[in-house]
């Protein structure tokens, strides 16, 4: 998190900066789209092959504005340093704003002091712009939710991964190679969902904690259909590459790698090494695992062969 001191200039007006996030192939707020084009187009943002960082602030006002830089290496330093617990000068250059919008895209529970509370810039009656950003709904379940979701599986592996008693996946057969099972967990969304949990800081409702649940149970069937078509689906990428953004691979323990693919209505995450994990737009709140099996290893090795990697 930057010291609120910091600030950039946003049309003329002292900009306190209070976080910033990279907008790149490899790692973008997955809130925002599912892939890297539908992201930047959530902010009205060509595709840029390099990437963006966006510096979330407020200006003297209170109001809020996310200034878009193409320096994406001084914002990736940034968010580095913050995450270690160092201070940094977030202070990119003029000449590196590529535009300022009004508003935020992703929710931010922080303010900057000594100034008004954050709210919408006044619009300018010159100008016809487009309405303010503001965060994806995720009050209810839908695509925005899902993807968080996914977030916070991929950020707290260990967790979620010891709910699941690899005995209980289904033997494979000729007829089901994947060893996906239908994987209903009574890790479900309810009222009292923690909020605030996703790494962009996005409020939402996410499954619950792994550590609060009962225990994961998963039947020995082999049949979930949503699965079978998330891993059809996932196959048909290796064959043919889905739009930039669509498969990541990041950094996990030892010599594995942690994969996230999303597409229309799912998400899948998944250790190189290990099992995968599924949400659907249509299930919500349910959290599938799919156990190795013969194909899945496989699938695995392929689709980090072809995903998108951090520099």
């Known amino acids: 998190m930057a010291g609120t001191d910091d600030a950039v200039a946003a049309e003329d007006d002292a900009l306190y900066v209070l976080t910033a996030v990279l907008l790149t192939p490899a790692k973008f707020p997955s809130v925002l789209g599912d892939d890297y084009p539908e992201a930047c187009a959530a902010l009205g943002l060509a595709p840029m092959a390099d990437g963006y960082g966006l510096v979330l602030g407020q200006d003297g006002d209170g109001a809020r504005w996310t200034v878009v830089v193409d320096d994406v290496s001084l914002v990736a330093v940034a968010i580095a340093s913050w995450d270690c617990g160092m201070e940094y000068d977030l202070s990119p250059d003029e000449n590196s704003m590529v535009t300022a919008l009004p508003g935020w895209p992703l929710a931010l529970a922080v303010s900057a002091p000594g100034v008004p509370a954050p709210h919408d810039p006044a619009p300018d009656a010159e100008a016809d712009d487009a309405p303010p950003l503001t965060p994806p709904d995720t009050e209810t379940w839908g695509p925005a939710q899902r993807r968080l979701g996914a977030d916070e599986i991929a950020l707290?592996?260990?967790?979620?991964?010891?709910?699941?008693d690899d005995s209980a996946f289904a033997a494979e057969t000729g007829e089901e190679p994947t060893g996906a099972t239908d994987g209903?967990?009574?890790?479900?969304?309810?009222?009292?969902s923690a909020r605030d949990r996703a790494g962009d800081?996005?409020?939402?409702?996410?499954?619950?904690?792994?550590?609060?649940a009962d225990g994961a149970e998963t039947s020995a069937s082999t049949s979930h259909e949503g699965i079978r078509r998330v891993l059809a689906e996932v196959r048909g990428y290796v064959e043919s590459p889905p739009p930039l953004g669509r498969v990541r691979s990041a950094f996990a323990?030892?010599?594995?790698?942690?994969?996230?693919?999303d597409g229309p209505g799912w998400s899948m995450v998944a250790r190189t090494d290990d099992i995968a994990f599924v949400l659907l737009d249509d299930e919500p709140g349910e959290v599938l695992p799919v156990g190795?099996?013969?194909?899945?290893?496989?699938?695995?090795e392929a689709l980090d062969k072809m995903a998108v990697r951090p520099v």
């Open 201 to 212: 800081a996005a409020a939402s409702e996410t499954p619950d904690d792994p550590d609060d």
């Open 253 to 261: 323990s030892g010599d594995a790698r942690t994969l996230r693919a």
């Open 292 to 300: 190795r099996g013969a194909e899945l290893p496989r699938l695995l």
């Open 156 to 164: 707290q592996w260990a967790a979620w991964r010891e709910q699941i």
């Open 184 to 192: 209903a967990t009574d890790e479900t969304t309810d009222d009292a």
